[in-house]
């Protein structure tokens, strides 16, 4: 039986990194990037705790094992993990209906990731909808960015709803579409 619960302990923790690095690109071959999709930062043990300080993450268990897994990230996270800050100082300049993405309440969508043999069963839906119950109240929008090659994922995020905002290619020559999931 498949439970969506909010992380609450180390072992959860632990346990999204070990999906984690399952799906990193750099470890996958050039087909698995295409077909399945890819997550693009590896945590730490302390970046996650650093960030679960602030709030907690939406996660998939089959038993002890966590099988998918939603970040959530704060602005009080970008002071913890510096490679963040970047991103975060880039919304005084992304504009969404108008405004700068920093003058809202939003919570950034870390990383998801879905194992490999639960994909295609809903897994992604219901986790994203248990995020949305547990933020919304607090936080007007979850962003995030997602690679363009990242096609799975960019396809699934905008059949629940987010759309892209701002698109921009960073150092790498990667481009990257900062999208927005709207709860208002």
């Not at 043990?45 to 602030?54: G, I, N, R, S, V």
Request: net charge negative.
């Amino acid at each position: 039986m498949i439970d969506i619960l909010i992380s609450k302990s180390i072992k959860d923790l632990e346990g999204i990194i070990l999906l984690q690095k399952k799906n990193l690109r750099s470890d996958l071959s050039i087909n698995e990037i295409k077909e399945q999709g890819f997550v693009t930062v590896s945590h730490t043990l302390d970046d996650l705790q650093k960030m679960h300080h602030h709030e907690p993450n939406i996660i998939a268990k089959n038993g002890d094992d966590v099988i998918a897994y939603v970040l959530g990230m704060t602005e009080q996270s970008k002071n913890d993990i510096p490679r963040l800050v970047e991103m975060y100082e880039s919304f005084d300049h992304i504009q969404y209906k108008g405004r700068p993405v920093s003058n809202y309440q939003y919570v950034v969508v870390g990383q998801v990731c879905v194992d490999k043999n639960y994909r295609g069963q809903g897994l992604f839906d219901r986790c994203y909808q248990a995020y949305k119950e547990y933020f919304k109240d607090r936080y007007e929008f979850a962003i995030t960015e997602i690679a363009s090659i990242n096609l799975r994922s960019m396809k699934a995020h905008e059949r629940i709803g987010f759309s892209t905002i701002n698109t921009y290619t960073d150092q790498t020559d990667t481009e990257w579409n900062v999208v927005v999931w709207d709860w208002r």
